[in-house]
């Protein structure tokens, strides 16, 4: 999400999109950047694959393990329910350790685990090699495997609550819980109905309004009517403007070469129709509720929040 956690104003938020805009336009000239042309031999490529790929359950297993000692360590710099989340992925170990998974035996191929606030899921994906990627982006030819085709194997949810039980474990009111939904605050939460549910992994919302970031990959139903042209679109991007107490700054994008971004104010009201029609849509992904995607076996034994 490149509009950033924190509140900025629209003149330094543009000033930012202006200044990344002009590095990459640099880097791209650059005689040193070569953008998918490799950096590693076809056969240092196959060893960087199998070096850091999942590929059988132990390795699967493991990863679960270091996983549990990496969100230990990392539990306060990021405010996370680890006496929740810990229980969690001991449960979706135990469960992969009842599933038959086979061993790949062809390359590319690799396990991965995704896990939300929502639920953790366990991956299979066919990789590729990229450089220059995004998550490596000023590092000249860095290689980084990613996947160009992924499909879900096993998920194991988080509990839901209700308002009245999530607010019972955090302290505050079931009316509270509900006004954080409105505000865009819990953004994984679930609708039932009229009723609102909330999994066990909810981080408590910080006290003030952290931008939003949605996105999706088909076409959205019962869309709004004075949101019409969502579906023109695939994310849609939600900041506070500093020092505006009924502004909202919205931007909807396409991920397609030579797409052109629609911005728009809104005020308080339309901001919390629009962001509560996203939160309430299944088909609809939020990527604040991500704690991580978590493919590569050489990591997390390395504390990774060092290199932040």
């Known amino acids: 999400d490149n509009m950033g956690t924190k509140n900025e104003t629209i003149e330094e ?18 005689p040193a950047y070569d953008g998918e042309s490799p950096s590693l031999t076809e056969a240092e490529e ?23 000692d990496y969100f230990n360590r990392t539990a306060k710099k990021h405010d996370l329910p680890i006496e929740r989340l810990i229980p969690l992925l001991d449960q979706f170990a135990k469960e992969v350790s009842e599933l038959e998974i086979m061993e790949l035996l062809q390359d590319w191929w690799q396990y991965g685990i995704a896990i ?13 090699i990229y450089y220059d990627y995004p998550s490596s982006l000023w590092e000249k ?5 990613g996947a160009d085709q992924s ?54 919302p910080s006290g003030h309004y952290v931008a939003g970031s949605y996105s999706w990959n088909v076409e959205l139903p019962d869309v709004p009517e004075e949101f019409s042209f969502l579906n023109q679109f695939d994310s849609v991007s939600i900041s506070s403007v500093r020092g505006e107490k009924d502004k909202w700054y919205v931007r909807f994008d396409r991920w397609e070469m030579g797409s052109k971004a629609r911005e728009e104010y809104l005020d308080s009201r339309a901001k919390e129709r629009l962001e509560l029609y996203l939160i309430a849509e299944p088909l609809v992904d ?12 050489t990591k997390p034994s390395v504390d990774a929040d060092e290199n932040e």
């Open 151 to 204: 499909f879900a194997i096993h998920t194991t949810k988080a509990k839901l609550l209700s308002p009245e039980e999530y607010g019972q474990i955090h302290g505050v009111s079931g009316g509270t819980v509900r006004q954080w939904i409105r505000r865009g605050k819990i953004r994984s939460a679930s609708k039932f109905g009229k009723e609102w549910r909330i999994p066990e992994l909810v981080r408590v």
């Open 286 to 297: 939020c990527d604040n509720n991500y704690f991580g995607d978590f493919s590569d076996k």
């Open 141 to 145: 030819n860095a290689p980084v495997l």
């Open 13 to 30: 938020m543009l000033a930012r999109f202006e200044e990344e805009d002009k590095k990459f336009e640099e880097m791209q000239n650059d």
């Open 46 to 68: 196959l060893e960087f694959y199998r070096e850091r790929s999942l590929r059988n359950k132990d390795d699967i297993l493991k990863m679960v393990e270091g996983l549990k």
């Open 116 to 128: 939300r606030e929502t639920d953790i899921t366990l991956r299979l994906d066919h990789t590729e």
